[in-house]
């Protein structure tokens, strides 16, 4: 990859990879859905158990390999090298979400700029008229907005590891974070409603918790980790050597919570203090709810809504580059690419399926497979398929292929041999089992 990260730019890199839309969309959205706080604490002890576990086993073979996913299991597996590079191949799950992940980026930036000029609508109907028309009807706001931000990632990732991902994130990162302190600040002052958030994320009730949910909060932890597509393999290789990254790993776990529960608090603040209902399916309750309450409160709300917006596209964009990526190393490692190429390849396909996704959402040009949307069938095959599967094979790989010599030697130096047989019995044993189930579930 030529040069790798610095020590801050790897944690703030791989920050940026799994702080998303994952965190500020879908976190607050399935926290809603599944009543609260035992869904979070759900969450938080999935992450730890499962996930944290599946994301040393990525980052070792990034480490250990130094290469991209395909290159990266080929020069690892002991034998059977050729079927094992396959495994690399769950990267391309990646490019299937950047595709329809870069759309609602997109719909985000429209919502900014509906914010920045005071077009936001003043009841629940009419928001919902609002989204579904820009779905709907609106053919050329998708294209443009989607369109742009197709060209800040790919010209960000065309920079390089160092000088484009790194450099981008150091500077997006804080401000996001910054952005989200002043917002929660605002937060505070509606008492009422972030005492009733406060509650609502952190007193757990059991009696919400259902099978269904258990599944939810899995595949969520998973998506979150951006685990299972290459992503953390990739931004692995290029780990400046003698990094603790025991310590990173568990500062960018800690960031990647941290920033959902506060992305949760500032939407439930709202939700509550207007007495809308935090159980919303689909896009509803950032799009619709959200946006709603946002316009009641006049030229605060649209400041506030454009900064909340904003903060969104950035944690977005700096998840869609981490997808690119994979992808692009393993052309330039394999091929012999140029950066440039690969990412016109990358790109073309990237910028096709992304137009199919619009397409089939318009009322004239709506098309569905299987009775799904092309975007929700992009969404299913790489949330419910590739990304368990991948997280499957990097655990079994590195739990029972990979020889654990060399993984104690990767581990000694940061983590005692207590903690080390823990992830190790937890990696070959229980990660892949709780994997399984969903798995399981998804084909129920
Ligand atoms: N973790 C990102 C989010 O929460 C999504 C992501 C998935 C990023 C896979 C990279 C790879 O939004």
Redesign the pocket.
């Known amino acids: 990859m030529g040069s790798k990260f610095s020590k801050i730019g790897f944690v703030l890199a791989v920050a940026g990879?799994?702080?998303?839309?994952?965190?500020a969309w879908k976190f607050p959205t399935l926290v809603g859905q599944n009543g609260g706080s035992a869904f979070v604490l759900l969450y938080l002890v999935l992450t730890l158990g499962v996930a944290f576990v599946i994301f040393l086993a990525e980052l070792s073979i990034g480490k250990l390999s130094e290469k991209d996913p395909v290159n990266g299991y080929k020069t690892l597996a002991p034998t059977n090298k050729k079927t094992w590079s396959m495994a690399g191949f769950t990267m391309l799950g990646?490019i299937l979400?950047v595709s329809f992940y870069s759309l609602v980026i997109g719909w985000v930036v429209k919502y900014m700029y509906f914010s920045a000029t005071g077009n936001l609508s003043q009841t629940l109907e009419e928001s919902e008229k609002q989204f579904t028309n820009l779905l709907l009807n609106d053919f050329l706001s998708q294209f443009i907005c989607f369109s742009l931000i197709f060209l800040i990632v790919f010209y960000v990732v065309s920079k390089g590891v160092k000088n484009g991902i790194e450099r981008l994130n150091v500077w997006m990162m804080p401000t996001l974070f910054i952005l989200l302190i002043l917002m929660l600040f605002y937060a505070l002052s509606h008492t009422n409603g972030f005492s009733e958030a406060l509650q609502f994320l952190f007193v757990p009730d059991f009696s919400k918790i259902s099978g269904t949910s258990i599944l939810e909060a899995l595949a969520l932890a998973f998506?979150?980790?951006?685990l299972g597509?290459g992503?953390i393999i990739t931004y692995s290789a290029s780990l400046p050597d003698k990094t603790n990254f025991i310590t990173s790993t568990l500062n960018i776990i800690l960031i990647n919570i941290l920033i959902g529960l506060m992305m949760g608090l500032i939407v439930f603040t709202f939700i509550f203090e207007f007495g809308a209902n935090p159980n919303q399916a689909g896009p509803g309750l950032i799009f619709i709810s959200l946006t709603t309450l946002f316009a009641k409160l006049g030229i605060v709300g649209y400041i506030l809504g454009a900064t909340f917006f904003l903060s969104l596209i950035f944690a977005g964009i700096t998840?869609a580059i981490?997808?690119i990526e994979p992808f692009a190393f393993y052309l330039i490692n394999t091929f012999k690419m140029s950066r440039k190429n690969a990412l016109i390849l990358i790109g073309l396909i990237v910028y096709i399926l992304g137009n199919l996704c619009i397409l089939s959402t318009l009322s004239i040009t709506e098309f569905k497979i299987l009775g799904m949307s092309f975007f929700d069938v992009l969404d299913y095959i790489s949330g419910k398929i590739i990304m368990p599967l991948g997280g499957i094979l990097a655990a079994i790989f590195v739990g029972f292929v990979m020889k654990k010599k060399a993984l104690e030697i990767l581990f000694e130096p940061y983590m005692s041999g207590v903690f080390f047989k823990v992830w190790y019995f937890f990696l070959r044993f229980i990660a892949p089992l709780a994997v399984i189930i969903i798995v399981i579930n998804a084909f129920k």
């Open positions: 990879s799994a702080v998303g839309l994952g965190n990646a979400i998506f979150s980790l951006s597509v992503t998840s981490s997808m």
